[in-house]
């Protein structure tokens, strides 16, 4: 188990309930079926990627897809990092933020 399958399984369920092919979210969100591939099978994937993701589901951001997924118990815990998020100062500190969110926010419907 790596400390990505929290988010795996988020953009999974997100597929699931689209009812889409993996070769489908690729196309709609503009990237390489492996990079769909890549993220639903717990490896790190680049934020870029995670934002196309979230906006092939109509979302602005991948927060905003975070926010739409995560469990109510979760709630306090993604209001914290949302606030920590708005505070970082580069896509650096966003890219070492993903390991927080997969490790301790995002959790599948």
Known sequence: ???YDDLANLIRSFRFSANWTQSELAERA???LMSVSAVENGRNTRWETLNSIAQAFGYDSFIDLCRAGV???HAGQ???LLRAWD???DEQARTNALALIAA???KPR
């Open 1 to 3: 188990m790596t400390r």
């Open 30 to 32: 503009g990237i390489a």
């Open 71 to 73: 469990d109510p118990l």
């Open 78 to 80: 993604m209001q914290a």
């Open 87 to 89: 505070a970082l100062p």
């Open 104 to 106: 301790e926010v995002v």
